[in-house]
């Protein structure tokens, strides 16, 4: 090989580090997806065909289905109450493995797949969430464990360490809420959408100046 080739070579693989190097964190998850979109095809689950439809995001995760949510570290929302019909998934900020947080957003990923294949005709999920539909397509790509926690088979972290040592680790450091924050002054009214579950808070002062605010196209109510 040529000095020229070489350098040329050299240029081009740090301007890409460089590159990589300032995504953020959507960014990187959405280079995930991509890398994973594969595993579901080869299944046998054509996610390709909603990929357009796939979106994520880094997001501490509140809210819908009660309190169920609390310790959630992904969560994937159907597109029903996306203005936009996306498969809406949001991943915890508060983890930092570049490994966990694919085998989160590949699970995430087998949520969205399982909506577009299996709903009713209103769009809502017509099986169980975790069930054996779930169960089937999860471990075809290479998720094991409990259902509703899996984890990596050592397979599919083989292949995740490819992508991220293709792609770069995740970034950047973990985020974490805790107790010590300082208190709230405002009280909060707890509001919750009565189609879906969804949950929001707002001031009073804001509820009574601009009235109680919209989801699934109704206003919501206060718990």
């Known amino acids: 090989m040529s ?27 959405n280079l995930m997806i991509d890398k994973a979109v594969p595993l579901f095809d080869n ?9 357009s439809k796939l979106k994520v995001s880094c997001s501490f995760i509140q809210g ?9 570290i992904g969560v994937h929302y159907n597109p029903t109450i996306s203005a936009e019909g996306f498969h809406e998934m949001m991943i915890q900020p508060s983890l930092s493995d570049s490994v966990q947080v694919v ?15 299996y709903h009713d005709e209103n769009g809502f999920l017509s099986v169980k969430p975790h069930g054996k539909e779930f169960r089937k397509m999860a471990i075809a ?21 490819k992508w991220v040592a293709e792609i770069g680790k995740y970034p950047p450091a973990k985020m974490t809420l805790n107790d010590s924050r300082a208190k709230q002054t405002t009280r909060m009214n707890k509001l919750i959408c009565m189609n879906c579950g969804f949950i ?16 699934c196209n109704q206003e919501m109510m206060i718990d």
């Open 3 to 29: 000095q020229v080739l070489k350098m040329a070579l050299f240029k081009l693989t740090l301007k890409r580090k460089i590159k990589m190097e300032n995504i953020n964190r959507e960014t990187w998850l």
């Open 43 to 51: 299944a046998g689950f054509k996610i390709s065909d909603i990929r």
């Open 64 to 72: 819908s289905r009660g309190n169920k949510l609390k310790d959630a």
């Open 103 to 117: 085998g989160v957003l590949i699970h995430e990923m087998v949520h969205s797949i399982q909506t577009h294949l």
């Open 141 to 161: 790509v290479g998720l094991i464990g409990k259902m509703t926690a899996t984890t990596e088979s050592p397979e599919l972290k083989i292949q995740i360490e």
């Open 200 to 215: 929001a808070r707002a001031s009073t002062g804001a509820v009574n100046t601009y009235g109680l605010p919209e989801h």
